[in-house]
């Protein structure tokens, strides 16, 4: 499982256990550097999440039904934002993570219009944080210049120190060794994440399971993010 | 040069006027338009600086003015060429005052157009990575590709049928002198030198139509490529081009109208000229509420979710005063105005092709930003509010567009006038002897013969 090609990395979040309290938003900011915009700016739509949490509401008042899901990039295996980019700034892997190249994206933001799910954000003004927080940037993370797309990159940063680690130990990559910011965070364990390709994976067994379904599967985009349906 | 040209080309003085004769009114308008301009740029200047937050796109709408202008414009610039091509493809007579400016249209108004999209890129920059990582699946490279190619095009099919009247310039010793003595390419005027001109010309009128009718068509694709609803149509390509040729259409009789009046130029320009051409605004305008019509009754019809949340946004919510307001612009009133002799008249053409020219705004504006403000998933519904940039930098595509156009008429003549001259010697002749083709039981000299062999 060392070889790279062999892995698809997947994710499986757990509407029953999630309880929408943005500890994987909050984790994810941090972990990406991603950028804090001005309460002027996020008056006008430019806020910038990498994941986000979609709020749907059932039902009339008060028998309303509220249900929380957590939105990462859905790393599809079938990409619409990949197919249109003009200058190959983006493009899925071989290990299924469709990643940015930020020094290569020319700002053209076809990919955002493209994307069905739209979890693309743009650096519409250079990244700007609190004075404090300048030193709390994350070194494993390129910080984004002006004009770029970015998204959720399941935290592939990380994946490459678990690579490097587990190179060292000389061993195999282990289930757990990898695990992007938002699911190492859950406090309720709603974010499972692991190897699709492993039969052995919680991932695999959970997206087995007939409470999993993908965001907007009918448009063939194969998504690999799983969600568990709610149950009573 | 001997006497019967001396002759010849005195009578068409009035077409040399506004290149021999500048009244103050040109350095007014050109300083104004230079102002609008440097405003636009300094709009520019300042969004480079900054960053694309100084415009009034955000999340979703993360395309606005700049893609709908450019399809726009461009949709413009297919007056020129394509019309021009068509009508001297099909030996339409009146065409001839009016080739010339629709192909200057073309090629001024296509070089601001596929300026648009470096204008919407956040790091204009890095443009070349265009060249050295370009991938040729993304739409975007299509219109990279058939852009160039258009305007490569248009500008040799503009330039090539001007080479005698450079001469002509020439030859009457206008300044500056180098610059006709350039461009006329030794033109002499002789048998030899027509017949290769003439051959050039119908090579590219004919390379020219598939051409133009690609551009736009791969415009549409932009958006009919993605899945978005409202965007993802088969009939996009068909409906852009009919759209680009009605708008094109519009704006070359306002260039048409507003030429004619300042250098009085009605013996040129006829009514009979705008009554033909506006008859082809009316079948566009037709052609255009069909194309319509058929798109969305087919989403109303099928009724998905997706597809009516963006179509009601268009119909009942938002962005209805705009669509209503389009409806009114691009059929109400061509139709009601062109059918009727007594409106059919100049003022009433130049109020008709205003009204297409902002319906057809409108329509790029309804097509690029609905899709984008009615995301698939359950986010907020956008909106967008374009900046005093956005419209700085529209104003000037504008101003640089009616400079241009400006700076043409100055150094060259806007109607052709050796087609002009052509027309007058020859044309007559030569279209008695063809329609004598048409009539039963004649036949041609060379027809006979080979019927005969």
Sequence with gaps: ?232 | MDKSTMENSNEDLDLFRSIEYTGNGFYWTVGFLIFVIAFGLYGYFHQVLYGLGVTGMAQPISWGFYIVNFVFFIGISHAGTLISAILRLSQAEWRRPITRMAEIITAIVLAIGGLHPILDLGQPGRMWNLVTNGRLQSPLLWDVTSITAYFAASTVYLYLPMIPDIAILRDRGVKPKWLYQFLSWNWQDTPEQKRVLERAINILMIMVIPIAVSVHTVISYIFAMTIQPGWHSTIFGPYFVAGAIFSGIAALMIAMIAFRKIFHLERYLKLIHFQYLSTLLLIMSIIWFYFTFSEYLTTFYGNEPDEMRVFNYKFIGDFAPYFWLMVFCNFAVPVIILSFKKTKTIPGILVVSFSVLIGMWLERLIIVVPSLANPRLEYPVGIYIPTITEWGLFAAGVAIFILGFLMFAKYFPLISIWEIREGRESSIKEVAHRLQSYMPDTYEEDELERALK
Excluded at chain 1, 8 to 20: A, E, F
Excluded at chain 1, 83 to 95: F, G, L, M, S
Excluded at chain 1, 189 to 200: K, M, R, V, W
Aim: with cysteine.
């Design chain 1, 1 to 232: 499982m060392q070889e790279s090609g062999n892995h698809r990395w997947g994710m499986v979040i757990d509407l029953n256990k999630c309880t929408g309290c943005g500890e994987c938003v909050a984790a994810c900011k941090v972990e990406n550097n991603v950028a804090i915009v001005g309460a002027e700016e996020s008056e006008m739509d430019r806020t910038m999440f990498w994941m986000d949490i979609i709020t749907t509401h059932e039902g009339e008042y008060p028998d309303t039904e509220v249900t929380y899901f957590p939105r990462p990039c859905f790393h599809c295996d079938n990409p619409p934002c990949t197919k249109v980019c003009p200058v190959r700034a983006t493009y899925r892997n071989d290990e299924g993570i469709v990643t940015q190249i930020f020094p290569q994206c020319i700002g053209c933001r076809y990919c955002m219009a493209a994307c069905p799910y739209t979890v693309k954000s743009f650096n519409w003004f250079a990244p700007d944080w609190p004075e404090e927080m300048n030193s709390s940037l994350n070194p494993d993370v390129s910080v984004r210049p002006v004009g770029v797309v970015e998204k959720c990159t399941f935290c592939i940063h990380r994946l490459q120190k678990a690579k490097e680690l587990a190179r060292a130990e000389d061993r195999e990559l282990r289930e757990g060794d990898y695990l992007p910011a938002c699911s190492e965070s859950c406090p309720t364990d709603a974010i499972s994440f692991g190897d699709l390709n492993d039969p052995h994976s919680e991932v695999n067994k959970l997206a087995k399971s007939l409470r999993a379904f993908r965001m907007l599967e009918e448009l063939g985009t194969e998504p690999k993010v799983y969600y568990l349906s709610k149950v009573e």
